[in-house]
């Protein structure tokens, strides 16, 4: 199984321009969620979907932030513009809806996406 | 105060100690996972509990509904084992995931 597959890994812009990152969760994982981790700090959480539902997006900074969830599958999120302090690494996790006696790590993170913001 | 505290934040120990991280929770959930970030890496789940044990090599993991309590312990511990460990909890009433600080690990050869 190949897991969640997030890309880029690493993206390099200047502040103002815009970016995006995807995210492909594993297959039959109805619950996708978008964190920001700041150096040293813990995930931060910006939006979570039920299926193709955004269910919390609470903490996304919608100025600036989009996401979506075409088809309760894969998921992109977007900043237009960039600012300075957008540099962070942007986690894209999913998970079973509260299988929590299926016995596996039903919560799955990407790799990362590494944002720096020059 | 936060809804789930861990402690202690940083804890180094010598190699082969065996090694436990609290975590405390006040609301009410429906599962409690416990995850690891070693320097400049990924998060990895360890483990998700809604009741008693669970057990993965050398990493245990127990949880307490009554108390709202949850502790992870690492046996023989190793310096491989240097990360910070998460403790998240999924909220009963709207299923939010809830993070802890993290408790940064340091094993010493």
């Known amino acids: 199984e190949a897991g969640v597959v997030q890309s880029p890994r690493y993206k390099i812009i200047e502040k103002k321009q815009p970016v995006a990152f995807w995210c492909n969760p594993i297959s039959g994982h109805n619950t996708l969620y978008w964190y920001r981790q700041n150096l040293g700090q813990g995930p931060e959480l910006l939006i979570r979907?039920?299926?193709?539902?955004?269910?919390?997006d609470s903490q996304l900074p919608k100025d600036r932030f989009s996401a979506e969830r075409l088809k309760g599958v894969d998921s992109t999120l977007k900043i237009q513009p960039a600012e300075l302090g957008d540099s962070a690494v942007y986690l894209c996790a999913s998970s079973f809806y509260l299988a929590v006696d299926s016995g596996a790590n039903v919560l799955t993170f990407g790799a990362g996406s590494r944002l720096t913001v020059l | 105060k936060n809804e789930v505290e861990q402690s202690p934040q940083n804890l180094t120990a010598q190699e082969g100690e065996f090694i436990t991280i609290n975590c405390s929770y006040s609301?009410?959930?429906?599962?409690l996972h416990w995850l690891q970030q070693h320097p400049g890496g990924g998060i990895v789940s360890l483990f998700m509990?809604?009741?008693?044990?669970k057990k993965h090599g050398r990493l245990i993991a127990t949880i307490n509904i009554q108390e709202k309590h949850s502790s992870l312990h690492i046996t023989a511990s190793h310096p491989r084992d240097s990360a910070v460990y998460i403790c998240a909890v999924h909220k009963n009433s709207n299923y939010q995931l809830i993070w802890g600080a993290g408790t940064k690990l340091i094993i010493k050869p």
């Open positions: 979907y039920e299926n193709e539902e955004a269910v919390d």
């Open positions: 509990l809604s009741s008693g044990k």
């Open positions: 609301v009410g959930i429906s599962a």
